[in-house]
């Protein structure tokens, strides 16, 4: 087949990569994106940050119909369990997405490739289908936007039915009686609340003596509260040392090796020990690709690798593993590409959608403290907002970290209800230098849950008005 040429390559359609591209044809660059998987949107559509976001919100609504309307003055009897609904709704909404991503691509005329690209020299992708044919690509430039893949556990092989990963804990055929969680991260706790929530006994090891690292240790603390109230066992400081099943068919379970303890027995176990960037195959030594030492492609501050047309974004790089990361660095690269100058921000918020849901940006108390800077903190509770009142969504608070000095804000962490949506008025405020009186005296909407990060901001700087 004869070489097809193109502006622009990118590898991987994932949140970073299906982004960028789209990005691309908007600014009329000729476009290829390869994909190995039949749909597109990578790890976070298909089978991560969707599927999860679903079956928290369905679990979290069953949870509720169960335990939580009485408070509202009625009550729900014979609330029964359809996990094939269930899993068919998540299903759904994943089709509908990735589809939407299609007729995105097709619309800012990107070209598609199903197969695995790897470089073949320098400005040469070969693209390998999956029945074995290729096809070269030539570019300009390109884009790696691979992701990333699980993280293995020494002594703890997945096999894709008993012990699993993420992406087999979207869809068991059935809840288990006994789930243990490997990893007290975002997915571990995420995962941990669905099939707790729809009946699951889930006890989460760490082996660290704290769950979220690197979260602000107060929120984090309060969320291991919330979350212990809810059912979840955790066992912190723990090392697993193993994991093997025993017995066959309905009787089979898996016993978890833990150093100096005894071993625990569940019928499913979930590895969530992290990711790892997705550089295998890549042939990177063929143009000079360097890595870091911690395995991801080495980039300067406008994504540029250590070959000049050749750019990488996303969890292949350095910084957090989230898709909206991804996507933020996709566009700032295209228009690097096609303009010269690409918007680049660290103010990338991480959230965890247990409920309640806990969102962070910026510095942590714990960073502050171990570096030295001076700072104020302002703190408000959930219970103080009528809003909060009016939802029975009363646990939780907002603290945000400004300067001493200057009031400028320098972090802010949330646990409560919808936190996900309410970081983003923070994060907003530090892209643009805001202090804490800054978001203090503009006004917001009452009643609303908004108003709680209003009074933390006030708290900072004078003293909260409802406290």
């Known amino acids: 087949m004869a070489e097809q040429n193109f502006d622009l390559v990118i590898i991987g359609a994932g949140p970073g990569g299906y982004v960028a591209a789209i990005r691309a044809g908007q600014l009329g660059l000729k476009t290829a994106c390869i994909e190995l998987e039949p749909r597109l949107g990578g790890t976070c559509l298909r089978v991560g940050c969707i599927p999860s976001k679903a079956l928290l919100e369905s679990s979290e609504l069953y949870s509720e119909a169960r335990h939580g309307f009485e408070a509202h003055g009625f009550s729900v009897k014979g609330v029964e369990l359809n996990l094939p609904a269930l899993m068919q709704r998540k ?147 723990t090392k697993v040392t193993g994991a093997k099943v025993v017995g066959k068919g309905k009787k089979a379970e898996v016993q978890v090796e833990i150093e100096g303890a005894e071993p625990l027995s569940a019928d499913r176990v979930l590895v969530a020990v992290g990711r790892w960037p997705n550089t295998d195959g890549l042939n990177l030594e063929s143009v000079g690709v360097k890595l870091d030492e911690r395995g991801r492609i080495d980039i300067d501050e406008h994504f540029h690798t250590s070959t000049a047309n050749i750019y990488a974004i996303g969890d292949v790089v350095k910084g957090p593993m989230l898709a909206h990361k991804a996507e933020h660095e996709g566009v700032a690269c295209v228009e690097q590409i096609a303009t010269g100058y690409g918007h680049h921000t660290h103010n990338i918020p991480g959230v965890v959608y247990t409920y309640p849901e806990v969102a962070s940006v910026g510095r942590t108390e714990d960073e502050l403290k171990e570096a030295g800077v001076e700072y104020k903190k302002g703190s408000f509770i959930f219970k103080a907002n009528g809003r909060a009142k009016a939802l029975n969504a009363t646990d939780g608070r907002v603290k945000l970290l400004a300067d001493a000095k200057t009031d400028r804000l320098l972090g802010a962490h949330i646990i409560g209800a919808r936190a996900g949506d309410l970081i983003a008025e923070c994060v907003m405020a530090m892209e643009f230098g805001a202090c804490s009186e800054d978001i203090a005296r503009t006004s917001h909407s009452h009643p609303s849950l908004s108003e709680i990060v209003k009074e933390a901001a006030w708290a900072t700087f004078a003293q909260a008005l409802h406290s």
């Not at 703890?156 to 990963?165: A, F």
């Not at 009686?177 to 995962?191: H, K, N, Q, S």
């Not at 929120?219 to 809810?230: D, S, V």
């Open 91 to 237: 299903d759904d909404i994943v089709t509908q997405l990735t589809d939407g991503v299609a007729f995105l691509f097709k619309k800012n005329k990107v070209e598609r490739f199903f197969g695995h690209g790897r470089f073949d020299g320098p400005g040469r992708v070969i693209v390998k289908a999956n029945d074995g044919t290729e096809s070269t690509l030539t570019y300009k430039n390109c884009i790696i936007a691979t992701g990333s893949k699980y993280a293995a556990l020494r002594g703890v092989e997945l096999d894709g039915e008993r012990i699993v990963g993420s992406t087999e804990a979207l869809s068991f055929p059935e809840v288990p009686a006994r789930l243990i969680v490997i990893g007290a991260g975002y997915i571990g706790l995420e995962m941990a609340s669905v099939w707790s929530r729809l009946g699951s006994q889930v006890t989460v090891l760490e082996y660290l003596d704290r769950i979220l690292p690197g979260m602000d240790s107060e929120i984090a603390n309060e969320a291991q509260r919330m979350l212990k109230k809810q059912g979840l066992e955790f066992r912190l400081g």
